[in-house]
Every structure is written in C-alpha cells, then in structure tokens.
C-alpha cells in the first residue's frame, strides 16, 4: 500500500493544468475566486464548529483549526469526479487549491490558536 500513495499523490497533480493557479490570466480569476470562497468557508465552518463543542475545559479553537485539513478524502472524490466528467478543470483545479492551502495554512493557525487558548484558560483561572 505504502506504493501507491506517491503514486496517487503525482497522479493528482498531474491532472492539473498549473496555469489556472496564474492570478495574472482573466480566464484564471473565476477558479481562483472559486478556491478563496471554499477556502474561507472550510477554514471558517471549521473554526465555528470548533466553538460549538459545548465543554468549556478544551480548546474550542483549536479543535476546530485541527479539523481543517482533511484533503485526503477530498482528493479521492475530487478525481472521481474529475474523471466520471462530473467536475470540469477548473473546479478539481479550486478544490485542489483549498486542500493545499489548508494543509498549508493550519499548523501555523493551529500554533496560534494553542497560544491563544492557553491565554484565555489563564484569564478564567480563579
């Protein structure tokens, strides 16, 4: 199994096309504002979901960062679709985006939300 995952991983990136990622090409725009809208939504929805668990004594935050990246099984379905013709270029090329930028974005927000919740367990102390 352990051979298969490059694999997977070079057969992803091999379907796609790294100019729609060129911020500087009009026909690029629209999977860029594509990936941005998942993105902030996935990042957000995460951090939200986190500030619903109702236990005070974990960090909320942070449980909501750590659920972040979960591109994995996004990839899989996102080439599922890629090839049944259900997602066009320009979409697996969005979701691919967001699934490298969360990976990429969450142990740094991760690392701050650890600090931050650490403040605020020390503001609450008695």
Do not use: C
């Not at 995460?46 to 449980?63: D, I, L, Q």
């Not at 890629?82 to 320009?90: D, E, F, Y």
Request: aromatic content about 12%; hydrophobic content about 50%.
């Amino acid at each position: 199994a352990d051979i298969f995952t490059p694999i997977f991983f070079l057969s992803i990136g091999a379907a796609v096309d790294p100019h729609v990622w060129n911020p500087f090409l009009p026909e690029s725009h629209q999977t860029l504002a594509i990936g941005g809208t998942l993105l902030a939504i996935a990042i957000v929805g995460k951090f939200a979901s986190g500030w619903a668990v109702p236990w005070r004594r974990y960090n909320r935050p942070a449980v909501g960062v750590g659920m972040a990246p979960r591109g994995e099984v996004g990839l899989i379905f996102a080439q599922i679709g890629l090839t049944a013709g259900i997602l066009s270029n320009r979409l697996f090329s969005a979701i691919l985006f967001v699934v490298i930028a969360t990976t990429l974005v969450t142990p740094p927000l991760l690392q701050w939300t650890l600090r931050w919740g650490a403040t605020l367990d020390q503001d609450s102390a008695p």
